[in-house]
């Protein structure tokens, strides 16, 4: 008995377990107007916009969050529930979704590819052909199909690629859905593509497609890439994402003045749908693509308080979409189509046959061509009637009274049009036989195109200012054209129309561009982050270089400012100092300073032919002075040794003297100053610290004279050619103070020599600077003068 009761009691918790297991599971389905957001009256644009906010915060390739993949999956089921009127009103009514299983990370699975699955994803149909033929069939690609038929058909509708190969199971798991979006697009107008990477490599490449699958779509020649989950409603949201932002006008009875009205600026038709949902219908914004250089569109939501006056006054059924197409005329509709059910072809038909005005204005070659298109075969004659007027406000009333006489007369053979003298004189002087056609009067001419060259037979009909003679004058002429097309008598070569719209280019190029940036964002948030590391890559290799650069080139310069400044700090450290020791073009790239020797030897390379441009400073010394005046001359000179054109020598006078008198004599301007400066005596010239600047190829010379009195220890000099006490200074100091063998006075003749070049550096600076007199000579002097004294 008592096990008996165990048993039972076992059975109960058993029971109770399963019970409670299955309420786990099977509890209530989550909301997904609590995971949007919004509330129960909120209208498809407030969810589509919550839903974007959203989808941008929790996806996963943005939020790091471990829990941001569970939650933009919720987020995309929601939408696709709220979105879709049907599954909004079952869940609304019954609090299901379409599956009745509930939300949770295991149900709908991983993330695969910048791709969303389920648990399905493992159960691959193998053996089902379905899935493959209805990709390999009429949507394959081919590179040259793609460039020479794709590219440019997507200037009037968009496409939608799917990339796939061989072996890839992700894309046997998404085929359902694309054949689903597939049907549904094909019938709205959207173009169709399956790449296969195996087969077709080039394109995939071409397309920027690394990876299967993939989807992107083509619109206007350029490529965006898909990369939301693959489903119905995302895939329905990206075709319509790649379509321009202002491809449609909203209009109510506010504006609906303003848009009908602006039919004369922009020379097109305008459309109006009028349809109950608030958002504008995928097929009429894709028809608004097809045809947005010919026609104007705009929607009016029925469902606003706003339209109801424009729906009183054109009379519109509010249980059918109507569409209708005014021309000049904004009071009453050109055409109009009313169906429950539009389909794509009623409206391309629709619409081709209301493409251009009444009476329109030729703004354009194209515009030309579509109208007086060029004779092909003689049953499809083709007559433009052409008025060529101004457009000042006094021709308005014989401007309005062609546009009545053109929509009184329509028939498929002959075309009204207009332009304006002053935007088309071209072709008005030709077919007005007048130079100066811009002040002529309006005039009315029928033409006949005969050749793409330009070729056209026409005749001049009359003056044309809106008389009923003027009327009848032109129908009794289109009435005699269609019995004998002789009569155009008059042949010219027109030239090519003016486009009038150019000024509007550039505000086509600002939106398009901002439309590209948006797009360029939008992948930047969206991409793979495995897909742009080549480019990162790039980018900061190239900043690591340039910092690279930056950083070792400011080490260097700082290293070799160290080393400069104590080679300054030296040559300042005589009793005067010089000022201008440390100015220099460049700082020195060598510790110490080259002087070479001028003798026979190096008398060519050093002077004769130097290069053009450089100079050698040349210091003349003895052998007594050579070692004092050597050192003080490279203290001097080290802060100019960073010039490339200058070069540093010294003269022994004691081996060559000659050639020092030689050069001097050559020299008249400088020989006189010294012949001023030496007042008759027959002593011999002590040329010991005079510096010569010689450039070898223009054959001129700077010269230094150093200038000390021999009493002042301190010394004094001057760079001065002009200075008036020279030599004679020198031999009136040595007279009056007779040289004595003691070291006080061999101590004053060192300090004496040492202070010779005080004021090189002020005088180097001046050398540098082109401000010193120049002494040319006729010739260097020759070799023989330069070979040291026997």
């Not at 038709?269 to 026609?295: M, N, R």
């Not at 129309?497 to 940036?517: G, H, K, P, T």
């Not at 220099?584 to 510790?591: D, E, F």
Request: hydrophobic share 35%.
């Amino acid at each position: 008995m008592a096990g008996s009761k165990m048993s039972l009691l076992l059975a109960v918790v058993l029971v109770l377990s399963v019970l409670l297991t299955g309420a786990t599971h099977a509890g209530p389905e989550m909301d997904p107007y609590k995971i949007l957001g919004v509330t129960r009256s909120a209208s498809q644009a407030e969810i589509k916009k919550v839903y974007k906010r959203l989808a941008k915060e929790w996806h996963p390739d943005k939020n790091k969050n471990p829990g941001a993949e569970d939650m933009f999956i919720k987020i995309t089921k929601s939408y696709e529930i709220l979105s879709n009127e049907d599954k909004r009103a079952n869940y609304d009514r019954y609090g299901q979704t379409d599956d009745t299983q509930p939300y949770s990370s295991g149900r709908y699975g991983h993330r695969h590819d910048s791709f969303y699955f389920d648990e399905s994803f493992f159960n691959f149909p193998f053996n089902s052909k379905t899935h493959r033929d209805f990709a390999d069939s009429k949507y394959t690609l081919h590179f040259n199909q793609y460039i020479n038929d794709v590219v440019p058909d997507s200037y009037k509708r968009p496409y939608l690629i799917k990339i796939t190969s061989d072996w890839c199971f992700s894309c046997i798991h998404i085929e359902p859905v694309w054949k689903e979006v597939v049907q549904e697009m094909e019938t709205l107008g959207v173009g169709i593509g399956v790449v296969d990477v195996g087969y077709e490599r080039r394109l995939a490449n071409h397309l920027g497609a690394h990876r299967t699958p993939s989807i992107l779509g083509v619109i206007n020649g350029k490529v965006t890439f898909f990369h939301y989950a693959v489903a119905k409603e995302h895939l329905r949201q990206f075709v319509e994402d790649l379509l321009p932002q202002r491809l449609v006008e909203r209009v109510t009875d506010k504006n609906d003045l303003q848009f009908l009205n602006s039919w004369h600026e922009l020379n097109k038709p305008h459309v109006l749908l009028f349809d109950q949902v608030p958002v504008v219908p995928l097929l009429y914004k894709l028809t608004a693509f097809a045809y947005k250089d010919y026609l104007q569109f705009g929607y009016v939501d029925q469902g606003l308080s706003e339209t109801a006056n424009l729906q009183k006054q054109f009379n519109i059924n509010t249980y059918a979409p109507t569409m209708l197409v005014f021309k000049e005329n904004i009071d009453k509709p050109a055409d109009i189509i009313q169906a429950k059910g539009m389909k794509k072809q009623i409206i391309d038909e629709f619409m081709s046959n209301n493409k251009f005005l009444l009476a329109p204005r030729l703004v354009n070659q194209k515009l030309f061509d579509e109208l007086c298109p060029v004779k092909q075969f003689h049953r499809r004659r083709k007559y433009c009637v052409l008025l060529m007027t101004r457009d000042e406000e006094t021709f308005s009333f014989g401007n309005q009274a062609f546009l009545s006489f053109a929509s009184a007369n329509t028939k498929e053979v002959v075309r009204f049009a207009y332009v304006y003298q002053r935007l088309q004189q071209p072709l008005c002087d030709i077919l007005m036989q007048n130079k100066d056609s811009a002040q002529s009067p309006p005039q009315v001419v029928i033409l006949e195109r005969r050749n793409a060259a330009g070729k056209a037979l026409f005749k001049p009909v009359t003056a044309w200012n809106g008389s009923e003679e003027d009327k009848q004058r032109l129908l009794d002429e289109l009435e005699r054209l269609q019995k004998d097309p002789s009569i155009l008598i008059h042949d010219a070569m027109l030239p090519e129309l003016n486009n009038e719209f150019a000024s509007m280019f550039v505000i086509r190029w600002i939106y398009a561009s901002y439309d590209y940036l948006s797009e360029v964002i939008d992948d930047i948030l969206h991409n793979n982050w495995r897909e742009m590391m080549p480019l990162l890559s790039l980018i900061f290799s190239a900043l690591f270089i340039l910092f690279g650069t930056v950083v070792i080139q400011a080490f260097s310069d700082s290293s070799e400012d160290k080393q400069t400044k104590p080679k300054a700090k030296d040559g300042t450290k005589a009793e005067n100092g010089s000022p201008g020791s440390g100015a220099s073009s460049r700082p020195p790239k060598k510790n110490f300073v080259e002087v070479t020797e001028l003798t026979d030897i190096t008398y060519m390379s050093n002077l004769v032919k130097l290069r053009p441009g450089h100079m050698n400073i040349v210091l003349v010394l003895t052998d007594a002075s050579k070692n004092i005046l050597l050192s003080k001359f490279a203290k001097e000179v080290y802060s100019f040794t960073g010039s490339l054109t200058l070069h540093f020598s010294f003269l022994n006078i004691d081996k060559h003297s000659e050639w020092m008198n030689t050069l001097l004599e050559y020299a008249q301007d400088a020989m006189q100053i010294d012949a001023d400066e030496d007042d008759g005596g027959d002593h011999k010239m002590d040329y010991t610290g005079y510096v010569l600047a010689l450039n070898g190829h223009k054959k001129y010379l700077c010269l230094f004279k150093p200038v000390y009195t021999g009493e002042d220890l301190e010394g004094k000099s001057s760079e001065d050619e002009g200075a008036t006490t020279g030599g004679r200074s020198r031999s009136s100091s040595r007279d009056d103070h007779p040289p004595r063998k003691s070291n006080r006075s061999r101590s004053i003749s060192t300090l004496q020599i040492h202070h010779k070049l005080d004021r090189l550096g002020l005088w180097m600076e001046r050398l540098m600077e082109g401000t010193l007199p120049r002494y040319y000579i006729p010739s260097w002097p020759g070799l023989d003068k330069i070979t040291p004294c026997k």
